[in-house]
Nanobody, 117 residues
């Protein structure tokens, strides 16, 4: 099973930016879906951004225009560039890979993002 390691989280003021990275232990070029999930305190884990094997991105409405997901297959890495951060973006961010959006095959351990107002 592929292993995923996230990094890049931290504490940032509202309006700031962070870039999250997810490094996979195996080749990701053939993986159909890669996603970033967020879990806010006391809430369920929800998909905020994803990208398909062909590079097509999807975003939840609340992050459209602020977040950008990308993948570098040569580095087995997926990125989440987060700009104009808001306090409601606070949470643990998890990277996933799967054969479909509703079929997740692996989760990373998560990286914490805290946005102060």
């Amino acid at each position: 099973q592929v292993q995923l390691v996230e990094s890049g989280g931290g504490l940032v003021q509202a309006g700031g930016s962070l870039r999250l990275s997810c490094v996979a232990s195996d080749d990701i070029s053939s993986i159909n879906t890669v996603g970033w999930y967020r879990q806010a305190p006391g809430k369920q884990r929800d998909l905020v951004a994803g990208i398909t094997r062909t590079g097509r991105p999807i975003y939840v409405d609340s992050v459209k225009g602020r977040f950008t997901i990308s993948r570098d297959n040569a580095k087995n890495t997926v990125y989440l560039q987060m700009n104009s951060l808001k306090p409601e973006d606070t949470g643990a961010y998890y990277c996933t890979v799967g054969s479909a959006w509703d079929t997740i095959d692996a989760w990373g351990q998560g990286t914490q993002v805290t946005v102060s107002s």
